[in-house]
């Protein structure tokens, strides 16, 4: 684990110091953006986060719009086991470049599935987020985001099988999400 | 069209199931009670059976009729003193000690014949009796060396032991099928079997390793005129490291199958779900649980928990969405036991 972590601090201070020699000229970013929360990497040192996907895809096209999307999938088929999948759209706006970092608003809606298997009762998570965007450019492939939320979403759950008349149990959420949540991004 | 499609798979699922029920509410809480009523009817014929009989006889045999084992606990004295300790760095000296031993009250000593398979102690049952009518039989005992915080144990691998009282038995238990794993510094049993019969209970307790991460626990328990109880219990660990499992945040899944005749409940609860809320909210512990009540294979109900005035209380949903406190079921239970063991606990 600390080799991991260790070998990611040094290829990101490299490439710190790629990058500042081009400070001065802002280099075109690539229309594609595929981005994999690090979370998923070094669990221990990064933030996960409930409202965050697995797997993000960013188009931007010529005028500052993006268009956005992230999808999340887990199944585990043992007794106990889990099964998700989360999906959401949004789109963003640029807000401002300077040098390697990058600033951007924008707002996403999103859908999450789960259930565990012994339980059956399977939670719906339907929520939107607006959201602020900071990202840093390591080289013009390679960048760093993060994207603190504030959302609001209702779960709400079904028990299939259950005699109580009402099967669903709901509720609201409003928080802030994706604090801390930082996303490794590859531009093409 | 991915959302749409995730939309629709809500929209379905709040189907409720179509499911043919063959027995109003009313029966089905009547048979709740009729097995309820069973249970402790099957408690009655244990405390008037040979075994507790026996207990009664040998440890509560004074004026007050209070538990008393110094009389026994005197005899298993004098036969240390004579032959030695039973135990010796955690270890039972089965091989050192086989004989058939039998005490003499009137000299209060231990007189030794040989015998190459057993270790046999006849003994009288209480104090200041002649008849030697008890007879406490040990065969078949192995041992494993298993290790727990650093001290070396001695565990019974297998073992059969039997307790006679003028030649019928009271008490008898058989382990078997002992195993243990020791990658770890903690000696993690990977299976048992233990039949325990205390006259007219009959008793299997079966532990055994699924998978690495499983676990099984099954228990069963019948008299000859009784209903048959068992439970079976599954855990699922979020790891194998046996040594570090100190917390409920090991755990991934707890399920039990507990039967009563022809009652049974199953549940689940996802520990893991669980184990990080501090104080989980009854909607997230019935969200991540699930607990049903089957009688004779059809469900009758569902069992939920409910804080009422600050307590946790569980509840029956019957078929129909009406809605009852189990303790109308089970609320008197601690009294009923007290009432049934009464020669024990008053």
């Not at chain 1, 924008?106 to 939107?128: H, L």
């Not at chain 2, 565990?155 to 078997?176: A, C, E, H, Q, Y």
Request: one cysteine or more; glycine letters at 6%; a neutral charge.
């Amino acid at each position: 684990m600390k080799r991991i972590i260790t070998l990611f601090f040094v290829l990101f201070i490299a490439s710190f110091s790629f990058a500042q020699a081009e400070k001065d000229s802002l280099f075109a970013i690539p229309s594609h953006q595929v981005g994999i929360g690090l979370n998923k990497f070094i669990k221990s040192v990064f933030a996960s986060d409930d409202n965050a996907m697995i797997i993000n895809y960013r188009y931007t096209g010529k005028n500052k719009w993006s268009y956005r999307t992230g999808f999340d999938f887990k199944k585990d088929d043992s007794e106990g086991g889990f099964t998700q999948f989360a999906f959401k759209l949004g789109v963003d706006r640029n807000l401002k470049r300077y040098r390697n970092w990058n600033f951007y608003y924008g707002a996403d809606i999103f859908t999450r599935y789960s259930n565990y298997k012994n339980i059956n009762k399977p939670q719906y998570d339907n929520g939107i987020g607006a959201f602020f965007g900071v990202q840093y450019f390591i080289s013009p492939h390679f960048s760093i985001s993060t994207e603190p939320m504030f959302y609001y979403k209702y779960i709400y759950i079904v028990d299939r099988s259950t005699f109580q008349k009402d099967n669903k149990t709901g509720w609201s959420e409003t928080g802030l999400g994706k604090i801390g949540f930082i996303e490794l991004n590859f531009h093409f | 069209m991915g959302v749409a499609t995730i939309f629709g798979i809500q929209a379905c699922s709040t189907s409720v199931e179509d499911t043919t029920h063959t027995t109003s509410v009313a029966e089905d809480k009547e048979n709740i009670k009729k097995t309820i009523n069973g249970f402790y009817d099957k408690l009655n014929v244990i405390d008037d059976g040979d075994f507790s009989k026996y207990v009664l006889y040998t440890m509560f045999n004074n004026t007050a009729q209070e538990y008393d084992d110094s009389y026994l606990n005197n005899v298993v004295e004098k036969w240390e003193t004579q032959f030695g300790d039973a135990l010796i760095d955690n270890k039972l000296q089965f091989a050192n000690k086989l004989g058939t031993y039998t005490y003499n009250p009137v000299s209060s000593t231990w007189t030794k014949v040989a015998n190459a398979n057993a270790v046999v102690l006849k003994f009288p049952s209480v104090q200041n009796q002649i008849a030697v009518d008890s007879e406490l039989t040990l065969t078949s005992y192995t041992d494993i060396q298993t290790s727990y915080n650093s001290e070396t144990i001695w565990l019974p691998k297998t073992f059969d032991i039997t307790l006679k009282r003028s030649g019928n038995t009271v008490f008898s238990m058989k382990l078997s099928n002992v195993t243990f794993d020791n990658s770890t510094n903690f000696s993690m049993p990977i299976s048992a079997n233990v039949q325990i019969y205390s006259a007219p209970l009959t008793q299997n307790i079966v532990w055994q390793r699924v998978t690495s991460k499983d676990f099984k626990f099954t228990y069963n328990a019948s008299t000859p005129q009784g209903a048959n109880s068992e439970i079976i219990a599954q855990v699922t660990l979020k790891h194998s490291d046996y040594a570090n499992i100190s917390s409920k945040d090991d755990f991934k899944t707890i399920s039990a199958q507990i039967t009563e005749g022809n009652l049974k409940i199953v549940a689940n609860m996802n520990v893991e779900a669980l184990a990080p809320l501090s104080d989980p909210t009854d909607a997230q512990i019935n969200n991540n649980s699930k607990a049903e009540l089957f009688y004779n294979g059809q469900k009758i109900g569902d069992i939920i928990y409910k804080t009422v005035n600050g307590k946790g209380e569980f509840f029956v949903v019957y078929f129909d969405g009406t809605m009852e406190n189990t303790d109308v079921y089970v609320g008197d239970f601690e009294q009923k036991i007290k009432n049934i063991f009464a020669n024990y606990l008053d």
